[in-house]
């Protein structure tokens, strides 16, 4: 009798290990399995020739994860907007993010491809923030930081603008790179950069668009220095409408026309960073550590 109730609650636990094992497994913490992909978030552009940084960008990224999916989100309506008056449909992180979720993604990582943690990186965090909460939507999104997310990257962006110099340039000219700026506090991280990489070049000089320092202050600089001769750079992902029309451009306030009228001889190079792969790298570190940030 002692033998045959052994028995009967042997079977009676097989039985219930055999039910119970898929719905343990549903509540157990995740092992990453399920759909993932990855959403590139940029301010975006209008500019055609300007897009080889994206395509730099995207293929980085397939080549650092081979087997997951790369999609697109812009972040500016007006571009948007520019884009499908020309037949071209870009979603913004939003939209983009509900198609991947319609598409059955589980599992995104939204690589911010802004140069600071200024207005608009936040304002992706938070977007991302509402979907996370959003029930019986995409299991997991992950945010990549910012190009200038921290003190290692400093370090790495001081070296990629020493590595990205350009090849013409002698060490006495001067090398100007424009940022977008913001009167958010991260634009302090534009200053921060300059004096670590004029620690290694003192010529070179990082200002602003719409922060500090602008083409004034950089001006005067380079009076002090005596220097002849300026490069302009973007210090951009993409060399876009500021970098062709604020940076290069011929009207009277763009900047090649403010060192141009002290006697500086410009030699602009319109190239975003993203197109070089030493300030990709930076961008797809961040984005492996969204990646596996379970």
């Not at 200002?207 to 220097?227: A, H, Y």
């Not at 009228?261 to 961008?283: H, M, N, Q, S």
């Amino acid at each position: 009798m002692k033998h045959a109730c052994l028995a009967l609650i042997a079977i009676a636990l097989f039985l219930l290990m055999t039910v119970s094992g898929p719905l343990a497994a549903a509540d157990s913490p995740d092992t990453g399995a399920g759909k993932k992909g990855i959403l590139l978030v940029t301010f975006g552009t209008t500019f055609p020739e300007a897009r080889s940084a994206y395509e730099n960008l995207a293929e980085e990224a397939r080549r650092a994860f081979p087997e997951i999916p790369v999609h697109w989100a812009y972040t500016s309506h007006i571009i948007r907007e520019k884009m499908a008056e020309s037949g071209k449909k870009v979603h913004s992180p939003t939209q983009a993010l509900k198609k991947m979720e319609e598409k059955g993604f589980t599992h995104v990582a939204v690589q911010s491809l802004h140069t600071i943690a200024g207005q608009e990186y936040h304002d992706l965090v938070r977007t991302v923030g509402r979907l996370k909460q959003k029930p019986g939507g995409i299991k997991e999104i992950r945010i990549g930081k910012p190009l200038l997310a921290g003190p290692h990257d400093m370090k790495a962006a001081a070296q990629a603008i020493l590595e990205t110099l350009p090849e013409k340039r002698k060490p006495e000219q001067a090398v100007i790179l424009m940022g977008h700026g913001t009167h958010h506090p991260a634009n302090a991280a534009y200053a921060a950069l300059m004096w670590r990489v004029q620690l290694s070049d003192p010529n070179i000089y990082i200002g602003t668009v719409e922060g500090f320092p602008g083409p004034e202050k950089i001006l005067s600089r380079l009076q002090d220095s005596q220097t002849d001769t300026a490069w302009l750079m973007p210090f951009m992902s993409v060399a876009g409408d500021h970098a062709r029309n604020n940076l290069a451009g011929g009207q009277h306030e763009a900047w090649k026309s403010i060192f141009t009228r002290a006697g500086i001889r410009c030699r602009p190079v319109l190239k975003g960073t993203a197109e070089y792969d030493a300030f990709a790298g930076i961008w797809i570190r961040h984005l492996g550590e969204a990646m596996e940030k379970r």
